[in-house]
C-alpha cells in the first residue's frame, strides 16, 4: 500500500519531490545476516513512477553541501569516518575529506583488497576505538 501511494503522489503531483536518504542493496541486521535495505524500495519506486530520486544521503553530497554553507568548514580538515566503501568512502571522496575505513561493519579486508574494489580509502583500521589510540599520540 505505500508502494501505491508513493506512486500516485509522486505521479499525479506535478510539484512533488521525489527524495531518498540513500539507495543501500543491503543493510546487516546481525553479523550474519543482510537484509534488503532501503535501495530496494528506491528501485521499486524508479520502477512504478519512471522517475529518479533526489539522493540525500552517502554518497551524495548534498547535506556536505548544506553542512559547508551554514558552518564554512572546509573539507581538507574533515575525514570522513564509515564502515562502507560504496557510500560513507565514496562520500568522503566526493566531497573532498581524507576518508577512514574501519572494518569492523559492512566492509571486509578482502573486500578492500579484491582487485576488481576501485574505492580505496586514505586510511584503514579494523575497529573504531582505535581512533582514540591515534589521537592520544
Avoid at 509522486?10 to 543501500?24: H, K, M, S, V, Y
Avoid at 554553507?69 to 566503501?85: E, N, W
Avoid at 576488481?116 to 582505535?130: E, F, G, L
Amino acid at each position: 500500500m505505500k508502494t501505491l501511494y508513493g506512486t500516485l503522489c509522486i505521479r499525479e503531483n506535478p510539484g512533488c519531490l521525489f527524495i531518498a536518504t540513500n539507495r543501500d542493496a543491503v543493510g546487516h541486521m546481525t553479523d550474519l545476516q543482510e537484509w534488503p535495505g532501503a535501495g530496494c524500495m528506491v528501485a521499486a519506486m524508479c520502477g512504478s513512477t519512471e522517475r529518479e530520486p533526489i539522493v540525500v544521503g552517502k554518497p551524495s553530497t548534498f547535506m556536505m553541501e548544506f553542512l559547508l554553507k551554514k558552518f564554512q568548514i572546509d573539507t581538507s580538515k574533515m575525514c570522513m569516518v564509515g564502515d562502507r566503501l560504496d557510500t560513507d568512502i565514496l562520500f568522503g571522496h566526493n566531497a573532498g575529506c581524507k576518508t577512514l575505513l574501519v572494518l569492523s561493519g559492512v566492509t571486509t579486508q578482502s573486500t578492500l583488497q579484491d582487485p576488481s574494489n576501485n574505492i580505496q580509502p586514505d586510511y584503514y583500521t579494523s575497529k573504531v576505538s582505535d581512533i582514540l589510540e591515534l589521537l592520544g599520540q
